[in-house]
């Protein structure tokens, strides 16, 4: 198939260029009905902000310019079928889990998974085990699971019916899945990965192999998180028959908007055609240019930039950097912040750099980013300790929940007071976020290592979702004895 060709682009486009009067919605009228104050940003938009009109077709029933993308999206990644996803990468993972797994099936899923993993494994009304992952010491974060945790875990629970794996991590670290995928299939059970930031690693080495490489059954990928698409775009990848992909229609039918974004999947669309037409030229100045940034950074007295631990995929695109004066990652991403350099993720220790995807004829203010990091840095001093592990993290391989999804429904929860919901079963999910990984898990028993390490993190100014009255000092929770 031609990748070059933009199917849905070139439709949104012709659809444009037909200066059309509208008496269908969106409401805005094609731009000629919106606030002046907004005018100026958003009218070169409002144009191909359309709806199911003929030639533009149906993302829920495609049979025109949607179909003939998303037939190059899968082409593209050597995959049966693929989907564009205009509700991010949560609907993907929530899609595959729903059509992989039935009500009360046991599903092993890697601990350090995104919310949205979990949020499907409540709507499945699933029951799961919860893989610890490997701690990278250096780092201060968790990893990914090997094949020998798989392994035990398989014999443990010979009934899975499913896996569920995070790769890469947020940081862009990852173990190859291979092996892991093979002793899936030997049971006849699916793999899914959440690939969310791994929507690049088509293009090779250097960058880690993908997922679906590998052989997983079920792929999502952020397209937005690294590709040129507009946030909220994502993709979601098929490639046996393990996952029937009239389930997975079904459930995305139910799970996305009726109407959706034509700027997004448009934008999608595009991103397919860039990532496509991407070449080894292209390839080898942007790993040249993160090379010689990388150094830049190390050179500075304060700061030091992580290296990828022994053992681990790391993609180039995530850069990781920490203070040598002591600064937490947070103080770090404000400093930053005052000189108007904004980063993706701050963690006790770590500031987190995304960089661009950028061909050979691209420029991007590299030297800039040094100089600004240099100057917001220059005499700065804290005083955070030496990494040591999260405690929170340490104990036992495999865990479960203290209460089944279906009896929270059942029960009603209380708040009390943090230091008091030790051995007590939450009611809520506690996230610092981003990554987005959850600290605390709605129906897990909470221990003190969750609440030193909660404290930890509010000390020093993390974000949360869910913990909805951590500002009062308070936590939801089950009476431990309520879960029988």
Request: contains cysteine; aromatic residues 8%; proline residues 5%.
């Amino acid at each position: 198939m031609n990748q070059l060709q933009t199917p849905l682009f070139d439709a949104m486009s012709a659809f444009y260029k037909k200066k059309s009067i509208s008496l269908h919605v969106p409401g805005h009228k094609n731009g000629r009905v919106f606030s002046e104050k907004g005018q100026a940003l958003y009218n070169p938009l409002l144009g191909i902000d359309a709806t199911e009109l003929s030639g533009l077709d149906d993302l829920h029933a495609p049979e025109g310019a949607i179909l003939e993308a998303e037939q190059l999206l899968a082409d593209l990644y050597g995959v049966k079928k693929s989907y564009f996803l205009v509700n991010g990468s949560t609907v993907g993972n929530m899609a595959m889990i729903l059509a992989a797994c039935r009500e009360g099936d046991k599903v092993l899923v890697q601990r350090n998974c995104h919310k949205s993993i979990l949020h499907g494994l409540m709507l499945a009304n699933v029951q799961p085990i919860f893989l610890q992952p490997a701690f990278y010491e250096d780092w201060g974060i968790a990893g990914g699971i090997g094949p020998k945790l798989i392994e035990e875990a398989l014999c443990v629970h010979p009934e899975a019916k499913a896996i569920v794996l995070t790769y890469p991590n947020y940081y862009g670290l990852g173990e190859d899945l291979s092996e892991m995928v093979e002793l899936a299939h030997r049971r006849g059970i699916p793999v899914l990965v959440d690939e969310a930031h791994g929507a690049h690693f088509q293009l090779g080495d250097p960058f880690p192999n993908t997922a679906i490489l590998a052989g997983a059954d079920a792929v999502v990928h952020s397209a937005h998180k690294t590709l040129p698409a507009m946030t909220m775009g994502s993709y979601l990848h098929l490639q046996s028959a393990y996952i029937d992909a009239d389930q997975v229609s079904f459930y995305l039918q139910m799970l996305q908007s009726s109407s959706p974004s034509y700027p997004i999947m448009g934008s999608l669309d595009l991103a397919r055609a860039y990532l496509a037409s991407f070449t080894s030229a292209d390839k080898n100045e942007l790993i040249r240019k993160i090379t010689k940034f990388r150094g830049e950074l190390e050179a500075l007295d304060s700061i030091k930039v992580l290296e990828a631990p022994t053992g681990t995929l790391c993609d180039p695109l995530k850069v990781v950097i920490s203070s040598t004066n002591g600064l937490s990652g947070f103080e770090l991403q404000q400093l930053c912040e005052a000189k108007g350099i904004y980063t993706e993720l701050a963690d006790p220790h770590n500031l987190l750099l995304i960089l661009p995807l950028m061909k050979m004829d691209a420029d991007y203010p590299f030297y800039e980013i040094i100089q600004h990091i240099k100057n917001a840095t220059y005499g700065r001093t804290g005083n955070v300790e030496t990494i040591q592990a999260e405690s929170w993290l340490a104990g036992r391989s495999m865990t479960g929940l203290e209460m089944p999804y279906g009896l929270m429904k059942q029960i009603k929860p209380k708040l009390v007071d943090i230091s008091k919901a030790i051995g007590k079963v939450s009611a809520e999910m506690v996230i610092p976020y981003p990554p987005g990984i959850p600290l605390i898990m709605s129906g897990e028993m909470i221990t003190a290592e969750h609440i030193s390490s909660l404290k930890g993190l509010l000390a020093l100014g993390a974000r949360f979702h869910g913990g909805s009255s951590l500002s009062t000092g308070e936590l939801i929770v089950y009476e431990s004895g309520q879960s029988g």
